[in-house]
């Protein structure tokens, strides 16, 4: 193999990140707006405030991003795109730490370190979901940190300070996901058997298991005080909200047993295979690698061991949603299995034709994530353009003053204006799951139904209201005569100011 020139080198990697950073931004910028960011950005505005996830209001998340990306509501104002900022700038992080390691590990093939860090930032699933307002681009960071610290406490580079780094950037990363809270225990258990195999002292394997425990118990920190503060409702919002929200398997079948859900959610992962080439390729990447990384020894194996039972994990416990969602394993699995993905793309590149063969396909894929082929996640409704998005909310500040209510079944459009949201409506999820709860807990757990919020509306509470941005949705998770009688009431006691395509803004009537 021949080695690069030490110019090349160096000019390699400073290109590379200019281009993740401006592929990443572009697509912070152009991307359509995903629904699910109307409730993140909410809750980033709400902590912003001085409100608490499961304590003011309902999230059905663990309660890190808010935290997180709050600081950038107060500096920059309540805005999408700021925040879509702060998620690029840490997607272009994780390439540039991923690069300093693949740079490392690979010095010699430095088509491989290229290519390793181009997938990790800009394959077509990365940069559809990491520069959105969602969980993917700090997750993937935190991913990040924890496997590289591995690597370096495994080969024994400050080893007491990386391998509880580990833990820590585990531990937090399932304080913003909880899909990823079981990876600490997991790589916490295959240290102690990988160490055992390969023979080492009793009290050096326990040592490490030890370290990663701790730095994983201390980054679980925020989920642990969150349930402190209030249990009935961290429960509910991160664990039993998902269990009763819509499921297409209960519709058919109302107790439908542990066998027939393993069942669909293998189906439902075969569909998402069948569906998407890429991620079928990405599965197929994972698993040679996993075979491939069986002939590796000493540290490097035991590294590699690892990430591949984290991975298994992580997919097992992505399996437990109905339906299962392609989303959790794109850009998820870009990091968490990387390392196992480069022994593959290794393998695969042993000859210099292998190797121009292996490229010529990554470019492609490549390419297509840059120029948004195939759209994976995107939703080409003019309703989710950012055009849009900033017309209804310029409608809604021109129409009311700072401390109005603003009713609208899609939150984003509230955050974005800056006004008070009705009580409940904060997620647009929350209504969906109220006819399955009575009304202590509804209370209890901030949950609006339809005669709360009819009852907000008849008063004429909200100084506006928005339809048309998610009313499908709603539609389908309220029964008719219910959805009827929402709307019938808007009608009584409100007119349409302005309409933008399928979504219309309304004030309250004036007296006659």
């Not at 996901?177 to 990876?183: E, H, S």
């Not at 925020?222 to 519709?251: T, W």
């Not at 590149?349 to 994976?376: D, H």
Request: hydrophobic residues 50%.
């Amino acid at each position: 193999m021949s080695v690069p020139s030490p110019r090349l080198t160096r000019a390699a990697g400073p290109i590379l990140l200019l281009a993740v950073a401006a592929a990443a931004l572009a697509a912070a910028w152009w991307r359509p707006i995903d629904g699910d960011e109307g409730y993140y950005a909410a809750a980033a505005g709400l902590v912003a405030q001085g409100q608490t996830p499961y304590t003011d209001f309902f999230y059905p998340q663990a309660p890190l991003l808010p935290a997180l990306y709050a600081p950038v509501v107060k500096a920059a104002g309540p805005g999408l795109r700021p925040l879509r900022g702060l998620s690029a700038i840490l997607l272009v992080a994780t390439a540039v730490i991923w690069w300093r390691y693949l740079a490392c590990r690979y010095r010699q093939a430095l088509w491989l370190v290229v290519l390793g860090t181009a997938y990790v930032a800009l394959q077509p699933h990365v940069l559809s979901w990491s520069v959105t307002v969602k969980t993917y681009a700090l997750t993937g960071l935190l991913v990040t940190v924890a496997w590289m610290s591995l690597a370096g406490g495994l080969a024994g580079r400050r080893r007491i300070l990386a391998l509880a780094g580990a833990g820590l950037a585990l531990g937090l990363a399932g304080s913003v996901r909880l899909l990823f809270a079981p990876l600490g225990p997991v790589v916490v258990l295959a240290l102690a058997v990988t160490g055992r195999r390969v023979g080492e002292r009793p009290g050096q394997w326990l040592r490490d298991a030890a370290l990663v425990a701790g730095g994983w118990a201390l980054g679980s920190l925020p989920l642990l005080v969150c349930y402190l503060r209030d249990p009935a409702a961290f429960v509910f919002d991160n664990l039993r909200y998902h269990e009763i929200r819509f499921s297409e398997l209960r519709n058919r079948y109302p107790e439908p047993g542990l066998a027939r859900r393993a069942a669909a959610s293998l189906a439902g992962l075969a569909g998402i295979l069948v569906r998407d080439p890429f991620q079928l390729v990405q599965f197929a990447l994972i698993g040679a690698g996993a075979w491939l990384a069986r002939r590796t020894g000493g540290a490097e194996g035991r590294f590699l061991a690892v990430v591949g039972a984290a991975t298994l994990v992580y997919v097992l416990f992505c399996l437990a949603p109905d339906p299962v969602y392609a989303q959790y394993f794109g850009a998820p699995l870009a990091s968490l299995a990387l390392p196992l993905i480069m022994v593959t793309l290794l393998h695969l590149g042993g000859t210099r034709w292998e190797r121009r063969a292996v490229v010529a396909g990554a470019l492609v894929v490549l390419g297509a994530g840059v120029f948004f082929v195939g759209r994976p996640g995107m939703d080409d409704d003019p309703a989710w353009s950012f055009e849009n998005y900033h017309a209804v909310a310029a409608e809604i500040r021109s129409h009311s003053e700072q401390d109005d209510v603003v009713f609208s079944l899609w939150p984003g459009y509230v955050f974005e204006s800056g006004r008070r949201f009705v009580p409940g409506m904060e997620n647009h999820f929350a209504i969906g799951v109220s006819a399955g709860l009575g009304g202590a807990d509804r209370t209890l757990f901030r949950i609006p139904n339809h005669r709360s919020v009819t009852a907000a509306l008849k008063t004429r509470t909200p100084r506006m209201a928005v339809f048309g941005t998610w009313t499908h949705e709603i539609d389908l998770a309220l029964d008719n005569p219910q959805m009827g009688l929402l709307l019938g009431t808007v009608q009584e006691n409100y007119e349409v100011v302005k309409e933008f395509g399928s979504t219309s803004v309304w004030v309250v009537k004036r007296a006659p």
